[in-house]
């Protein structure tokens, strides 16, 4: 009976959560055989059509559910990528910044160290000039004393002096430079014999110029000085032989590698040194900058030549890059500003000029056995010298002195008053006197400035024979008028 009702209530065919069997089950015990009276039915009709929706609407839920959660997990899924994206970025731009931070400290020291390193030769070059000055004066008297072979060995070794200074000067980008218009596959290729000389012919020397690029700016021989130095490290990183690679290319900088490297972004002509030789681990690379590293026995290196290097190349605006793994051979790349290809100016051929004069020659120089050299060269050779050991004293002499003065040779780095500033002064108020300049170096704008403007600077150490001969073309080139 309870199965018949049941029937007839279910109509359609609905049941599939079984809960008509349950009610089956309750409807057999409470009616017992004859089951629920038929009046019943559209109740449980009703009951049916109930527990009916009640499916349809857990099976929409259970579809907006999974929906809901595929939706979700999507979500998620692409936010965790995106995550990841940014993380990576993240940590990119983080180790960016470290390596821009380490570049950064790394400049900094090498310019403590060129700070240092700088004045150290700038001292060293007046001591210098006095003893080569001495010890060439000495010289230069005949004599059979026995002791000039000392004095030979004293100047050999004020010599030897002279180019470690040179050389810290180099570094602490305090020398004075030529600069010229260069082409670099030229200077390479007119440096190649010397370099097949100095490399030995164990090492298999090549040369992959590319003709296309464009010319530098720099000073010639500092710039084959930084190809000599790298040919010999590489010949020395190659005792049993190997290939050594001098190569020329072009390289654009952006804005982020031209800042990493401490350079301004553009175009960049590229000259490499590649050697097959024993190599560098990090640890060594991250030092071989620095003067005075380095890694041959005692008396085998002085550590200068990578030093010389760096200051040459960032003193011309320029940046260096060293690419090595231990064992594997190293690459050392120079990068020099391109610059348009200059249109060859002949050279006016020198003159050669007389040595010796009778002029008055105003001396400002700061340190005395340097003032005392010059005097004592000057005037054995002619000249009548005035001695100043500051800019004001020598302004007091210009004046008191008043025409007597033909020229004005002068120390650039003193104190109270710098030798440019002496010079502006001169200037005013005796144009027709020229000054000469002295010097170990100059990062001082005002002396370049000068420079530009044609002013005659000599190099210390100078021998007393540069000297003259400067002088003399200096106090040469004054209009006919203040020279007569
Ligand atoms: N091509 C290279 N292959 C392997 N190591 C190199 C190379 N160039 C330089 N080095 C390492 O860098 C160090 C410093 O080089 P740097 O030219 O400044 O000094 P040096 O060659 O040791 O001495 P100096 O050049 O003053 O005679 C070297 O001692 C060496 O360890
Ligand atoms: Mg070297």
Redesign the pocket.
């Known amino acids: 009976m309870a199965d018949e009702c049941l029937a007839d209530a279910k109509g359609a065919g609905v049941g599939t959560t079984g809960w008509h069997e349950r009610l089956l089950e309750q409807l057999a015990r409470h009616f017992g055989p004859a089951g629920p009276p038929r009046a019943l039915a559209p109740l449980l009709a009703e009951i049916d059509r109930s527990y009916r929706d009640a499916d349809e609407e857990r099976a929409r839920l259970k579809a907006a559910y999974t929906e809901a959660r595929d939706a979700l997990q999507r979500g998620v899924e692409e936010r965790t990528v995106a995550l990841e994206q940014a993380n990576e970025e993240l940590r990119r731009q983080m180790a960016d910044r470290e390596q821009v931070e380490a570049q950064l400290r790394q400049s900094q020291r090498m310019e403590a160290i060129g700070q240092l390193a700088g004045g150290v030769a700038h001292d060293f070059n007046n001591l210098l000039t006095a003893i080569v000055g001495y010890t060439e004066l000495l010289l230069a008297k005949p004599s059979d004393d026995p002791a000039r072979r000392h004095v030979t060995e004293i100047r050999r070794a004020a010599d030897r002096a002279a180019s470690l200074t040179r050389q810290l000067l180099a570094f602490s980008r305090r020398q004075l430079m030529t600069p010229e218009v260069l082409d670099v596959n030229q200077l390479a290729v007119e440096l190649s014999r010397m370099l097949r000389r100095l490399i030995g012919e164990h090492i298999v020397f090549n040369l992959q110029l590319d003709a296309t690029i464009g010319a530098v700016r720099a000073d010639r021989t500092q710039l084959e000085q930084v190809l000599m ?1 790298l040919a ?3 010949r ?2 190659m005792p049993t032989g190997g290939h050594l690679t001098i190569g020329t290319s072009e390289v654009d900088l952006d804005e982020f590698t031209a800042a990493r490297r401490g350079v301004a972004p553009g175009r960049y002509v590229v000259a490499t040194v590649r ?1 097959t ?4 681990s990090p640890q ?1 690379q991250a030092r ?1 900058f620095e003067p005075f ?4 026995e005692p008396g085998q ?7 010389t290097v760096y200051g040459i190349v960032r003193q011309s605006g320029g940046a260096i890059a060293v690419d ?1 793994t231990l064992g594997h051979g ?1 690459t ?1 790349a120079i990068l020099l500003p391109r610059v348009a290809h200059a249109a060859a100016v002949a050279e006016p051929a020198e003159p050669r000029p007389a040595i010796g004069g009778t002029e008055t020659v105003l001396v400002v120089e700061d340190e005395p056995a340097l003032r005392d050299l010059i005097a004592r060269v000057l005037s054995e050779n002619g000249y009548t010298v005035l001695l100043a050991e500051n800019g004001l004293g020598a302004l007091h002499a210009v004046r008191a002195e008043g025409a007597k003065v033909a020229a004005v040779l002068s120390d650039v780095v003193m104190p109270l008053m710098s030798g440019p500033q002496l010079a502006e002064q001169v200037r005013e108020e005796r144009p027709d006197v020229p000054v000469l300049f002295m010097t170990g170096y100059t990062d001082d704008s005002a002396v370049v400035c000068d420079l530009e403007r044609g002013v005659r600077v000599l190099h210390k150490p100078f021998t007393p024979s540069d000297l003259l001969v400067a002088l003399r073309e200096v106090l040469d080139a004054r209009p006919q008028s203040a020279a007569a």
């Open positions: 130095n010999v490290n590489a020395d990183a050697d030789g024993i190599g560098m060594t071989i590293f380095t890694t041959k290196g002085t550590g200068l030549g990578l030093a090595s190293a050392f």
